[in-house]
Each structure stands twice: as C-alpha cells, then as structure tokens.
C-alpha cells in the first residue's frame, strides 16, 4: 500500500505555519539559527528560512548537518554511511538554534545530531522542528514545531519527497516491503 499524506500545499502550508510559530516562540528571530540535518532537513531549513523572509523582512542563518559518523549504529550497518558536508558557517554559541529534520521518528538521529551540535559550539538553547512526527520514540526527545503527526505501525514508512532532489513534494506512507 502506498497513501499520499500530504502534498505540496499540504507540506507548504505545514512549513508557512511551522515558520509563524518559530517567530512567535522566539519573539522575532534575531538569535535564531536553522541546521538541518543532511538531507530532507537541509531542504526544509531552506524553505523554513524563506518563508521567515517574507513575514519578518529579514534573512535568517541556515547551516546544514552530517550526521553519518555521530551515529549509535554505524558499527551494526552493513553499509558505510554516506558522508554528506556539514556546512555551518556562522557563531552558534549563545544562540537558539533549530534543529530541522523531515521525519522523527526514534529519536536517535536528533540525538546524533545534538552530539554534532556540541562539537561546533555552545548554543542557548536547541529546538527541534520536523516535517512530519510518526511517533515511536526509544529516547526523550519531543518536536517543538511538527509539520503534521501521523501515527504509523512498525510495518509502516513515510517517505518525504521534495523538488529539491528532483522529485514532486510529496510525503507517502508506506506498508510492507514495497
């Protein structure tokens, strides 16, 4: 089976909200910075950071995080992961930074990515923003903004696709081996 769950407004919509609540929470965005996490969250900090443009006029920081060797399971994979570039070109000591990530689900990739985080800097404080939450967590880790929650089973995927790697946005849900 295979179900389209949200399309591109859907996923535009959901960004445009997610960037509104991002400004009310932080009370404007002059400490804010985006990381997303190589991939999905590269391309979603992106488009997070325009849509911030239009409503406060201003640009925002945007970086982006590998986390391939901070992983808890590269020893247990039968591949080696892909190293991607970790490109964080600005000071995030004393700054919020937002974490940006299309799917969390465990939470294990946010923790590699927290680890990563520290060994560039210090932040104030570091949120989380995720395109879509299907739940399942093995570790304490909440979403501060979610796109959209969709409850899944251990059976089930959610893929995100974005026209950023060529494709049409699209986030599907998946059950089986398909």
């Known amino acids: 089976m295979n179900k389209v769950l949200l399309d591109k407004k859907d996923i535009d919509r959901a960004i445009t ?15 804010v910075r985006l990381i997303g996490i190589q991939r999905g969250g590269v391309y979603i900090a992106k488009r997070l950071a325009g849509v911030i443009k239009e409503i406060e006029g201003q640009e925002v920081s945007v970086g982006a995080l590998d986390i391939a060797m901070y992983r808890d399971d590269i020893g247990m994979r039968d ?75 251990m059976q089930e995927t959610v893929d ?12 599907r849900l998946k059950r089986g081996l398909e």
């Open 79 to 153: 591949e080696q992961p892909a190293i991607r570039k970790t490109d964080v070109p600005f000071d995030i000591n004393h700054k919020v930074v937002i974490l940006i990530d299309d799917v969390l689900f465990t939470g294990r990739s946010i923790r590699a990515a927290m680890d990563a985080l520290m060994d560039i800097g210090r932040p104030l404080a570091i949120q989380l923003a995720v395109l879509i939450d299907r739940g399942h967590r093995e570790l304490p880790i909440r979403a501060d903004y979610v796109g959209k929650n969709i409850p899944t089973s």
């Open 17 to 31: 909200r997610m960037a509104h609540e991002i400004i009310e929470k932080n009370r404007g965005i002059e400490d």
């Open 160 to 171: 995100v696709e974005l026209s950023e790697e060529g494709k049409k946005d699209v986030v």
